[in-house]
C-alpha cells in the first residue's frame, strides 16, 4: 500500500474551516480505496503566526516541507496583516522557493449548480488555465525609492526567461493533448507589451511545432476575459502568465457558480520538490466564522493531489461525490444559492464517497 506524507497548512479565516473537512474527505477516500494512507503533519504558519513572531513561516519552512509528497493549503491572508507580507512570506515563497511552475486551475460548471450566465449548462464550461507561477509579473523584481518623499517612485519589474516561458507552454501543451478536444489559446498582451509577450509568443510558436495534434489559437487577454463570459463553450486549455491568468482564473470562478468551487494545484512537474494544492480563493474574512464556507473547492484540491500522486480512483471517487451532491441541488451553501453550511455539504459529500 502506497504511503504519503502530506504537509498541511490551513493559513486563515475559511481556510482553517475548509481545510479540516478536506481531510476527512481525503481519508474517507484512502479507505473506501484501500489503496494508500495518508500521514497528515499540520503548520500553524498564517497571520496569527506572524502576529507572534515577526514572520509568516519559520526560517527553515521549506527544508521541513521539502521531505513531504504534497503540500495541502488553505489560504493566507487576514486584515491585521498587509496582504503583500502574507502572500509573498508564504504563498508565494513555497510556489517560488519549490519551482512550483505550474498552476493549474480548472474551471467547470458542475451539473445543478446554476451560474451567473444565462443559457450556459453544465458542459459549456469546462476549460483549464494553465498559469505560469514563478516569474513574469510576479517575479518580485522591483523596489521603491525616495520613501515618503514627493519623489517617491517604485519599480515592479516582469521577468520572463525563455526557459521559464518555454517549460510551462510545453507543460500546457501535454495537457491539450491530453484532453479529448486537444486545443490551447495562448493568453497574451503582445500588441501593448511588446517585449515580454513578443518572446512569449515566439517560444509558444516553437514549441507548437512539436504538437502537431493540438490546435492553437493566440487571443489577447482583454479579449479573453470577454470571451469567458461570451463564448466559455469554446475554450478548452489556456497557458498565460501569472497576473493575467491570476486574474481571469477568478472570473473563470465566479461562472462556474462561485469562487468556492474553484480548486488549483501549484505543481513542480518533475517531482523534485512537493507540489501544492490550494483552492483559487482567498481567506473570505467577510464570511469566516459563520460556518458557511464552501468547501467544495478545497475537497477538489484533494482530488487533483491524489491524481497528482497517482491515486487516480480515489480522485474519480473524489470528484464523483461532488457532481452527485450539486446534481441533486440540495445540500449547497449560500455562494450556490443554497441554504447548506460547510459541516452540511462536507457530510454529504463524505456520504457519497462512502456509497460509491
Ligand atoms: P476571497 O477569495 O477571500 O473572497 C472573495 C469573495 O468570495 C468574498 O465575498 C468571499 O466571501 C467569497 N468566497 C471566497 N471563497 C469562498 C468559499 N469557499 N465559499 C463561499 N464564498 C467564498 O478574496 P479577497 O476577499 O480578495 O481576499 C481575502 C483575503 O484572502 C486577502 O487577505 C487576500 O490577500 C487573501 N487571498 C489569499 C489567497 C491565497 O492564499 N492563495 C488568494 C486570494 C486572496
Ligand atoms: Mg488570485
Known amino acids: ?69 504534497a503540500i495541502y493549503f488553505g489560504a493566507v491572508g487576514f486584515p491585521t496583516v498587509p496582504d503583500h507580507i502574507t502572500l509573498w512570506q508564504l504563498r508565494l515563497a513555497i510556489c517560488q522557493g519549490f519551482d512550483q511552475y505550474a498552476n493549474v486551475r480548472p474551471s467547470l460548471l458542475l451539473p445543478g449548480v446554476s451560474g451567473p450566465l ?62 479529448p478536444r486537444k486545443r490551447l489559446a495562448n493568453v497574451t498582451k503582445s500588441n501593448a507589451q511588446a517585449h515580454a509577450f513578443t518572446l512569449w509568443d515566439e517560444v509558444f510558436d516553437e514549441v507548437a511545432r512539436d504538437y502537431a495534434d493540438v490546435w492553437t489559437e493566440r487571443v489577447l487577454v482583454d479579449a479573453m476575459a470577454a470571451r469567458f463570459v461570451l463564448k466559455p463553450e469554446s475554450l478548452d486549455v489556456l497557458v498565460a502568465s501569472n497576473l493575467f491568468a491570476d486574474i481571469l482564473t477568478d472570473l473563470g470562478g465566479a461562472i462556474s457558480g462561485s469562487l468556492g468551487m474553484a480548486p488549483s494545484g501549484n505543481l ?15 481567506s473570505a ?34 470528484v464523483g461525490a461532488i457532481h452527485s451532491v450539486t446534481s441533486k441541488g440540495k445540500v449547497l451553501t449560500p455562494d450556490v444559492g443554497g441554504r447548506a453550511n460547510t459541516r452540511e455539504v462536507t457530510d454529504a459529500i463524505l456520504s457519497a464517497v462512502r456509497a460509491h
Open 268 to 282: 513542480n512537474p518533475e517531482r523534485r520538490y512537493p507540489s501544492m494544492f490550494e483552492p483559487v480563493h482567498g
Open 118 to 179: 444565462k443559457n450556459k449548462a453544465p458542459g459549456d464550461i469546462d476549460f483549464v488555465v494553465v498559469r505560469e507561477n514563478t516569474e513574469g509579473e510576479y517575479s518580485g523584481a522591483g523596489g521603491r525609492v525616495h520613501r515618503g518623499l514627493p519623489l517617491e517612485m517604485a519599480v515592479q519589474t516582469a521577468i520572463f526567461t525563455r526557459a521559464g516561458v518555454e517549460r510551462v507552454i510545453r507543460f500546457a501543451f501535454e495537457l491539450a493533448r491530453s484532453r
Open 285 to 318: 474574512p467577510d464570511i469566516y466564522g459563520k460556518g458557511i464556507a464552501n468547501p467544495i473547492a478545497m475537497i477538489w484540491c484533494g482530488a487533483m493531489m491524489l491524481e497528482f500522486l497517482g491515486q487516480r480512483e480515489a480522485a474519480d471517487l473524489i
Open 1 to 69: 500500500m502506497q504511503h504519503y506524507r502530506i504537509a498541511v497548512i490551513p493559513g486563515d479565516g475559511i481556510g482553517q474551516e475548509v481545510t479540516p473537512v478536506g481531510l476527512e474527505v481525503l481519508e474517507a477516500a484512502a479507505q473506501e480505496t484501500g489503496s494508500f494512507q495518508l500521514e497528515t503533519e499540520s503548520f500553524p504558519w498564517g497571520s496569527d503566526y506572524y502576529l507572534q513572531h515577526g514572520q509568516m513561516m519559520p526560517d527553515n519552512a521549506l527544508k521541513t516541507l521539502e521531505s513531504f509528497d
